[in-house]
């Protein structure tokens, strides 16, 4: 059975920084797309950043650009999302998910974390 366990959430203040970790279960990240969304209450799920974990690209919402930086360990099969210079409305339930091909949308991943909460006060 796939697992996705997300963990380095919390409460931080307003330019203050996490790093959030990924790990797999039951799946080896090699070859495929690893994301970050997050989802903020009463609000749609939206992409963050991705890794193809093969060769390490990377892409970046415009809104976390400059702040975040996606990276790998692969000897660990974890993917971690750090975040700097964090703002109120970085505020959300982050959620690492993993799929077959390059995409930002939600629908085309096929393994999904439970999420870890970040609650950024000003």
């Known amino acids: 059975q796939v697992q996705l366990v997300e963990s380095g959430g919390g409460l931080v203040q307003a330019g203050g920084s996490l790093r959030l970790s990924c790990a797999a279960s039951?799946?080896?990240?090699?070859?495929?797309?690893v994301s970050w969304f997050r989802q903020a209450p009463g609000n749609e799920r939206q992409f963050v950043a991705a890794i193809t974990w093969r060769l390490g690209r990377t892409s970046y919402a415009d809104s976390v650009k400059g702040r975040f930086t996606i990276s790998r360990d692969i000897v660990k099969n974890t993917v971690y999302l750090q975040m700097n210079s964090l703002k109120p409305e970085d505020t959300a339930d982050y959620y690492c998910?993993?799929?077959?091909?390059?995409?930002?949308?939600?629908?085309?991943?096929?393994?999904w974390g439970q999420g870890t909460q970040v609650t950024v006060s000003s």
């Open positions: 998910a993993v799929g077959a091909r390059d995409s930002m949308g939600p629908n085309e991943y096929d393994y």
């Open positions: 039951g799946l080896i990240f090699g070859s495929y797309f």
